[in-house]
């Protein structure tokens, strides 16, 4: 997407990669040290004070990947775990810097959360019980069990069809007519999709 976008703009790519976090990637370019993100970045509130965003591009669905044996063990026959996650106290394990943070701490008031360093440090946590459940999107959860069909035993996915993820590219805050063009091209490219 991003050689895409750079060479309908007539120009080279140029790619940063020194952001941590998804967080990191909205701080630089807020401060002008990129001029877009193309990073499979959500739409949070706290980024939109900083960043301006195009439209969402990709639509993912929040998600759990719960531990079986947890939930057992809290759920009284309960068949959601969001009902377990409002009304117990669990850890929720989330990865640091993305919008999963914030995402967790909506679920519910009572649910501790615990950052980890990576997704993969994340899905483990879960499967090794140090966590009730990892919060991440539907994509990762589904490609972590597809990836590892033995960890099915002791994990669950349960994609929340009501949580979305919006994904864009972020600009700058004085750059609307970057973001004026992007949204034009977006459209294009999913007006092109829907016709073939």
Same mark, same amino acid.
């Given at each position: 997407?991003?050689?895409?976008?750079?060479?309908?703009?007539?120009?080279?790519?140029?790619?940063?990669?020194?952001?941590? *976090?998804?967080?990191?990637?909205?701080?630089?370019?807020?401060?002008?040290? @990129?001029?877009?993100? /193309?990073? #499979?970045?959500?739409? *949070?509130?706290? %980024?939109?004070?900083?960043?301006?965003?195009?439209?969402?591009?990709?639509?993912?669905?929040?998600?759990?990947?719960?531990?079986?044996?947890?939930? @057992?063990?809290?759920?009284?026959?309960? *068949?959601?775990?969001?009902?377990?996650?409002?009304? #117990?106290?669990?850890?929720?394990?989330? /990865? #640091?810097?993305?919008?999963?943070?914030?995402?967790?701490?909506?679920?519910?008031? #009572?649910?501790?959360?615990?950052?980890?360093?990576?997704?993969?440090?994340?899905?483990?946590?879960?499967?090794?019980?140090? /966590?009730?459940?990892?919060?991440?999107?539907? /994509?990762?959860?589904?490609?972590?069990?597809?990836?590892?069909?033995? %960890?099915?035993? %002791?994990?669950?996915?349960? +994609?929340?069809?009501?949580?979305?993820?919006?994904?864009?590219?972020? +600009?700058?805050?004085?750059?609307?007519?970057?973001? @004026?063009?992007?949204?034009?091209?977006?459209?294009?490219?999913? @007006?092109?999709?829907?016709?073939?």
């Amino acid at each position: 997407m991003a050689y895409d976008i750079a060479s309908k703009l007539g120009v080279d790519a140029e790619f940063l990669r020194s952001a941590n *976090t998804f967080d990191d990637v909205a701080d630089q370019v807020a401060a002008g040290q @990129a001029d877009l993100a /193309v990073s #499979k970045l959500s739409i *949070t509130l706290p %980024r939109a004070q900083k960043v301006l965003f195009s439209d969402p591009y990709l639509l993912l669905h929040q998600s759990l990947l719960v531990n079986r044996l947890q939930f @057992a063990a809290l759920s009284k026959n309960q *068949t959601d775990p969001l009902d377990v996650i409002k009304q #117990k106290s669990v850890k929720i394990g989330v /990865v #640091k810097g993305t919008s999963y943070v914030g995402y967790a701490h909506e679920l519910s008031d #009572k649910a501790e959360i615990v950052e980890y360093d990576n997704l993969s440090k994340m899905m483990e946590g879960a499967y090794r019980g140090e /966590v009730f459940a990892a919060f991440y999107d539907d /994509v990762e959860i589904k490609s972590y069990i597809d990836n590892n069909p033995d %960890r099915a035993i %002791r994990l669950q996915a349960f +994609v929340l069809k009501d949580r979305v993820d919006p994904i864009a590219i972020a +600009v700058a805050p004085d750059d609307s007519r970057l973001l @004026a063009w992007l949204n034009q091209l977006l459209f294009i490219n999913k @007006a092109k999709l829907t016709n073939q």
